[in-house]
């Protein structure tokens, strides 16, 4: 019997109790997991490491969610290096970073 349900009222626990034990379960569970990561959150995954590592077990999902996860965590730990990055490219050393890019001079 399927009971409908609001949007609103649907959580991740509820697609773990109506999932259990299917083969879409896995990929169900990382979809709102990799949202909150795209968004610079790893709470969940910190705090729910015991139930992602029972329920995700094929390593074509672990793996990239944790490359995923490990990668925000760095970020987190230290912006500067990446805004950096992102902002002079591989100019990024200090030094060089300094002058004055093509990109950056006055039209």
């Not at 379960?25 to 910190?46: H, S």
Request: aromatic fraction near 10%; charge should be negative; glycine fraction near 2%.
């Amino acid at each position: 019997e399927h009971t409908r349900r609001e949007k609103s009222d649907f959580d991740l626990a509820n697609v773990i109790e109506v999932s259990k034990d299917r083969a879409i379960l896995p990929y169900l569970y990382l979809q709102p997991i990799g949202t909150t990561l795209c968004d610079n959150d790893t709470t969940y995954i910190a705090d729910h490491r015991s139930q992602f590592d029972s329920i995700v077990q094929a390593p074509y999902l672990r793996h990239p969610m944790l490359k995923l996860y490990q990668d925000k965590v760095n970020y987190l730990k230290a912006p500067h290096a990446i805004s950096q990055y992102m902002l002079y490219g591989d100019n990024a050393v200090e030094e060089t970073a300094r002058e004055k890019m093509p990109f950056m001079i006055p039209v």
